[in-house]
Structure formats: C-alpha cells, structure tokens
C-alpha cells in the first residue's frame, strides 16, 4: 500500500504530518508513505525515518486564504496537488490532507477525477453516537449547496460504505430535518425525500438534529451547509462540556478527589468525541481515495488518519463504490 501525505497542509504542518507519518510508518512497514512537500523543510524533521517513508519534492503550498479553484489550477506544484496528482497516475493508493477544504475538493475533481455516474463527490465523517455504531454523514462541507439528486447520491455512497467498511447489513439512512413528517423542512429536502424512498437503500425518513447522536439511523444525509454547522455545533458542544467539567472539578479539594476517580471514563469519553481518535473523513464519490483530515490535526490524528486510509484500500472501498454505482444496484 502507497499513501501520500500532504506534508504542507493543516494548522500544524509540516511538524505534524511528520510526526504522524513517523509513527505510521514504523507501525505498518507493508505501506509506504509518501510525504509530499518542500524537501528543505521536510529533512531536517525526518530525523531516523524507516525505510517505508519517502519524500516527494513540491515546490509550492495552497494556504489556508487561497481561494481553491484559483489555488488548484494555478499551483501546479503544490503539495495537494502533487498527492493529487500521485493517486491519479496510480503512483498511489490514497492521499490525506488536513488543507484547505475547497482546495481538497477542487483537487479531487480536477486532478484525481470524480467516479463514473457521481455528479458530486461529498465529505463523510463519522458522528459518534451513545450506541457505539457511529453515523456516516454527508455531505458535512464539500458542497455548501445541493440539488435533490445530488441527496439521493449520498445515501447511496454512504449506504454503501457503511455496507463495504463497516460490514453493516442494510444501513438504515436518515435526512437531516427539522421534523420527522415527510412533509416537513425546506425546499431541498421536501423534494429529496421521495427521491430518497425510491433508492435501493434502507431508507427511515426525517431525523432530527436531536437524535443523530442517539443513533437513529447509521447514514445521515444533508447538503454541505446545513451538515457543517450540524459538525461544528457537535465540536463546539462537546469543547464547551469538558471546559466546564475541568472548571468544576478544580475548584474544590472534594471535587478534585472526585475527578480522580472519574478521570478514566471521562478520558474513554472524551476519546470516543475527538476527532483526532478518527482520522479523516474520506471525500466520497471520487475515482481515488482522498481522505481529508480536521485541519488542526496533530500527529496522533494523521497516524489515524493512515489507519482510516489502510482499513480503506484493504476492503476496495474505491472499487466497491464505482462497482455498485455502474452494476444492478442502482437499476434495483
């Protein structure tokens, strides 16, 4: 297995896609992975690298302010683009990037290539939820705008990772609503909803924002506005929860005793809601696997994120897809 890493990309870069790169590399010998970045920059933190772990030369960087379709076309020797461009040629198996995030999708569409019969590639991440299973939503922000095709293409991509990766038989699929009845939300979803109940997916209506993390369906579908704000109101709640414990929990002699004897739950807790636990999420819908990490990963969070990539190609996740989206399932 080959993965290239966008070296230059995220909050932390170049020192933590090297130190997640490091530590990935000498857990999985059977992968190579492929830094691509400035070679001046990345040597002298590559300080004792395995044999597994490679540099690929890119002279420029796509920042954070650039605007993608500009950045991507422009920048021919970005790192992003040069991963890009390494997964089309074959030269790769997948590539990881906690850059830009329309940056990533432009580059997933102009340089990697979109799938046969997808019309828009979307981000999936996992959700945690109190059951342990987790739900897949997409679109969570590749696409701020959606048509009600553009839905009903989701929830097959998403059915059908949850079936290949995950081994769930018949994922049940949700849309993202403001209420449960059929008729209920906007113009999007009304129209999407029908759509949805003829696909060949299990397919169990309106979800409301409420119940995603309790496990009501292990798909949710939403266009990339609403899904973002769905993410980021999870990750800011979740930030504000465990601010407020450790306040609490210091203010007292009593309450820091009480916080010793919690301090592992509340750690399995909070692990199960960082997403630097997960990795990525896959940019699904694209001819190669594009995996976008959070950009504030750190090094723990990029070695996950070559995890998510590896679990990926060994179940063909790529060709699964592209298999079901041209064979009998879509024609059921």
């Not at 209920?184 to 993390?213: H, Q, S, W």
């Not at 973002?228 to 109101?233: A, E, P, Y």
């Not at 979740?238 to 203010?251: D, P, Q, R, V, Y």
């Amino acid at each position: 297995m080959r993965i290239a890493i966008d070296a230059m990309g995220g909050d932390h870069a170049p020192k933590s896609t090297v130190e997640g790169a490091l530590a990935a590399a000498r857990e999985w010998n059977d992968t190579q992975i492929i830094l691509v970045g400035d070679e001046e920059v990345l040597k002298p933190l590559l300080v004792d690298a395995p044999a597994n772990l490679v540099v690929q030369h890119a002279s420029e960087v796509i920042d954070a302010e650039d605007e993608p379709v500009k950045a991507v076309r422009r920048k021919k020797d970005a790192s992003m683009v040069v991963a890009g461009r390494l997964v089309r040629e074959g030269k790769a198996d997948a590539m990881i990037s906690s850059g830009n995030t329309g940056a990533l999708m432009t580059t997933g569409l102009l340089v990697v290539g979109r799938m046969e019969g997808i019309e828009r590639p979307a981000l999936a991440p996992m959700i945690p939820t109190v059951d342990g299973r987790g739900v897949l939503a997409l679109d969570l922000g590749a696409n701020m705008d959606a048509k009600p095709e553009h839905l009903a293409q989701y929830a097959l991509l998403g059915s059908i990772y949850r079936e290949k990766v995950h081994g769930i038989n018949k994922p049940r699929v949700g849309l993202l609503n403001v209420g449960t009845e059929a008729k209920k939300g906007n113009e999007l979803t009304k129209a999407a909803y029908p759509l949805l109940e003829a696909m060949p997916i299990e397919f169990v209506g309106n979800v409301e924002a409420r119940d995603v993390l309790s496990g009501a369906c292990d798909v949710l579908v939403c266009d990339g506005f609403a899904g973002n704000i769905l993410l980021k109101s999870l990750e800011g709640t979740a930030g504000t929860i465990f601010s407020l414990l450790k306040k609490e929990f210091t203010k007292s002699l009593k309450n820091k005793l009480a916080a010793a004897i919690l301090m592992p739950a509340l750690r399995s807790l909070k692990g199960t809601l960082d997403y630097k636990e997960h990795g990525g999420a896959p940019l699904l819908g694209l001819s190669g696997l594009v995996v976008k990490g959070h950009g504030s990963s750190d090094g723990p969070a990029i070695k996950n994120a070559v995890r998510q990539a590896r679990t990926a190609i060994q179940n063909q996740l790529t060709e699964s897809i592209s298999a079901e989206i041209s064979g009998e399932r879509v024609t059921e």
